[in-house]
């Protein structure tokens, strides 16, 4: 941990550049995912061929597409636009899968009073999809985000900035603190990531904290049942 305190600016700017590569794929992808997952929704063989591309992408090792990538959309090898869009590839993957799942746990009582009160279909998926589908939406961008946050780490073995380098150089230099350093970084980021998506989700969800007074005024206002009362009630019910 000497480290940390000793070498602040440094690991400051890596984690300030993880950050970066960590999450723009996340916003690229949810601009590409949300459509498609709308697409894909009410089509069972459309769902089936997203699953099975989406596997296929997220097959591929990590290191195998950063090498790989520069030669097909013409950038230099130690590019971040490599690391952003493979990692984009990876979470587009991921979330074409989940937008589904998210939008099928909507209630569909819900559907049927938008419809009743006269929404057209866009204005179901705007109004009422997609908010009602924000808990679980919100639950895989933060598996997306620390499966993110760990790819960029892969990518310092090739070149690439990031924390990672604290795991490449203390190696190099058989440094053990430098390598820890690394490590209690980029778990620390991943939890504050996730815990400010925590945040989101409920900020973007203000009715589900609504229901949870009203559901502990219920459970307060239902007497409790004992062996006496219920004898009592059997008694009363006998006279």
């Known amino acids: 941990m000497t480290y940390l305190f000793t070498h602040f600016d440094k690991v400051w700017s890596l984690l300030l550049e993880h950050l970066k590569l960590s999450l723009i794929p996340i916003v690229v992808a949810l601009v590409i995912a949300i459509p498609l997952g709308l697409a894909v929704h009410r089509s069972s063989v459309a769902r089936r061929i997203a699953v099975v591309v989406g596997s296929v992408v997220f097959t591929i090792p990590s ?140 900020v973007l969800t203000p009715w589900s904290r609504a229901s949870r007074p009203t559901r502990r005024l219920r459970r307060r206002a239902v007497p409790a049942t004992t062996p006496q009362t219920t004898g009592m009630a059997a008694e009363g019910a006998t006279a």
Do not use: C, H
């Open 63 to 202: 290191i195998a597409l950063f090498i790989v990538l520069p030669s097909l959309i013409n950038t230099r090898i130690l590019s971040d636009i490599n690391v952003i869009v493979a990692l984009a590839l990876y979470a587009t993957a991921l979330l074409v899968r989940s937008i589904p799942e998210a939008l099928d746990a909507v209630p569909a009582a819900s559907l049927d009073a938008a419809e009743a009160v006269g929404y057209k279909p866009w204005e179901r998926v705007v109004k009422v999809q997609l908010p009602l589908a924000i808990p679980v939406l919100i639950a895989s961008i933060r598996v997306v985000s620390v499966t993110n946050i760990s790819m960029v780490s892969v990518g310092s073995v090739i070149g690439f900035g990031g924390l990672g380098k604290l795991f490449t150089e203390g190696y190099s230099r058989n440094y053990t603190g430098e390598i820890i350093a690394g490590i209690v970084t980029t778990v620390v980021l991943a939890l504050v990531i996730d815990v400010i998506l925590v945040a989101i989700g409920r």
